[in-house]
């Protein structure tokens, strides 16, 4: 069966960038640094990052570009017996929940667009609140636009790694990086700005508690897409001759550069207008189309507003088409059918799961374990499933899977990087399962 791979090496890092770019980075990230007091999560967030993440992030590109197939059989390869090829289901599993509840909150950023557009958005703080409560919990318009939120997902999706996926993110990854310098530009230029700068800049060591190191590591997870076989997807299409490493690095420094100017681009100009951040997820949908009607003037406040929630979109896309790709790629060849009907399957999936997560905010009454099905989806992948899928692959890179095969795709067959493949396998062997475990014990109420 002939696969598809990334046609450029830019291709390679605007793809991997665009999933792990979304509203991990513009809407999670932001309210989470509000909430956990501003820089000192923010330190916390990087050093996760930086020691779990970029190692977590070439562990799974190594399963994916060696196994060269879908996840499960990728998983199946490295570990050399079919039933690695779990971990490639529950990854599968896990994105295609991901994508049901991502799907809802992409589909309300739509209908906050076409809201800004329409000049529907503009009143006081209580008429932005209502405007809210009434929307997420009508049954049908937010089911719409998850519905329409999905379909633009498949119909990228559908037209394969190069045309689809590969072209889509040339496009919209540029163009997004523009409309948040614009934002960030603007919204430093506030009066007071400087507040919410400092805010993001200076930290006060005293708001670091637990479960600061807990929200750093699942939004670190969350934000590069680890532990959910999507980058072992994207990296079943790179070539030989992409340096793990360095892509890595790159990536990586793309997704945090994005969540930082997310910040400069939302605490200024809160700050300036005296409004704190602190309002947890609902930050972007009451707290902020409030803010910048105060901010700035009715004429500029109506560009910024829709640029804004065009911008969430488009970051969202990228992200979406990342999470399908996986089922995608799974159904079309595992099944035996082809790569439309795998994304058919993939899609129907998911619009029963984004049509829950959607009446449970509110319309109709859908909780599991006292919590609204959206919530409970968001707590079981990012809470649970991830940190397994990312802990059982670190076993599997680092102790399971013959080193020889691991050290050649590191350095390209030894051609790059061998500096770092020790550092990276210590990493990847003891520093990054110890931390991971202990943070999910500790979740689960063990440690
Ligand atoms: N990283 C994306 C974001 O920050 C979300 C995402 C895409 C994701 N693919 C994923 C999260 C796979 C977990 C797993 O918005």
Redesign the pocket.
């Given at each position: 069966m002939e696969r598809g791979n990334f046609g450029t090496k830019i291709g390679v890092i605007l793809a991997t960038a665009g999933?792990?770019?979304?509203?991990?980075?513009i809407w999670?990230f932001p309210y989470m640094t509000g909430q956990d007091g501003g820089a000192a999560f923010i330190i916390v967030y990087l050093v996760c990052v930086l020691l779990l993440g970029i190692p977590g992030m070439i562990a799974e590109f190594i399963v994916g570009r060696h196994g060269a197939a879908n996840a499960a059989t990728a998983y199946a390869r490295m570990g050399g017996k079919r039933s690695w090829a779990a971990l490639g289901f529950v990854g599968a599993l896990?994105?295609l929940i991901?994508l049901g509840f991502?799907s809802v909150i992409a589909g309300w950023c739509l209908q906050y667009l076409f809201a800004s557009i329409m000049g529907n958005l503009s009143g006081d703080a209580a008429y932005v609140n209502a405007y809210f409560t009434k929307f997420s919990s009508n049954p049908v318009e937010p089911l719409l636009w998850t519905l329409v939120f999905i379909v633009l997902t498949h119909l990228v999706v559908v037209r394969g790694v190069r045309k689809g996926i590969e072209k889509m993110s040339n496009i919209l990854m540029p163009t997004l990086f523009i409309l948040l310098l614009v934002i960030v530009v603007v919204s430093c230029c506030l009066p007071d700005a400087g507040k919410g700068i400092s805010f993001l800049f200076k930290p006060d060591f005293s708001k670091v508690t637990k479960s600061v190191f807990l929200d750093g590591l699942g939004q670190a997870f969350?934000?590069?897409?680890?532990?959910?076989a999507?980058l072992c997807t994207y990296a079943s299409y790179f070539t030989r001759q992409t340096n793990l490493l360095k892509s890595s690095a790159q990536i990586v420094s793309i997704d945090t550069l994005v969540a930082i100017l997310a910040g400069l681009m939302i605490f200024p100009a809160a700050f300036s207008v005296g409004v704190n951040p602190d309002s947890g997820p609902q930050l972007i949908f009451i707290t902020l189309p409030n803010v910048f009607q105060q901010a700035f003037s009715p004429v500029l406040g109506y560009i910024i507003g829709i640029l804004f929630y065009a911008l969430l979109a488009l970051?969202?896309l990228t992200?979406t088409i990342?999470?399908h790709e996986i089922g995608t790629s799974l159904f079309f060849e595992e099944l035996h059918i082809s790569r439309s009907k795998g994304a058919v399957i993939e899609t129907l999936i998911a619009v029963v799961i984004g049509m829950l997560c959607s009446l449970s905010c509110g319309a109709v009454d859908i909780t599991v374990f006292g919590k609204s099905f959206l919530n409970f989806c968001d707590f079981l992948?990012s809470n649970i499933l991830?940190p397994l899928g990312s802990f059982f692959t670190c076993i599997l890179v680092g102790w399971i899977a013959p080193r020889k095969i691991v050290k050649d795709e590191f350095t390209n067959w030894g051609t790059v990087s061998q500096g770092f493949y020790g550092i990276w396998l210590f990493f990847i062997r003891f520093i990054s399962p110890v931390c991971i475990a202990v943070v999910f014990l500790h979740q689960m109420g063990v440690l």
């Open positions: 999933s792990a770019v979304g509203l991990g980075n999670r896990t994105s991901i991502y969350f934000s590069l897409s680890l532990g959910t999507c970051a969202a992200s990342s999470m992948t991830l």
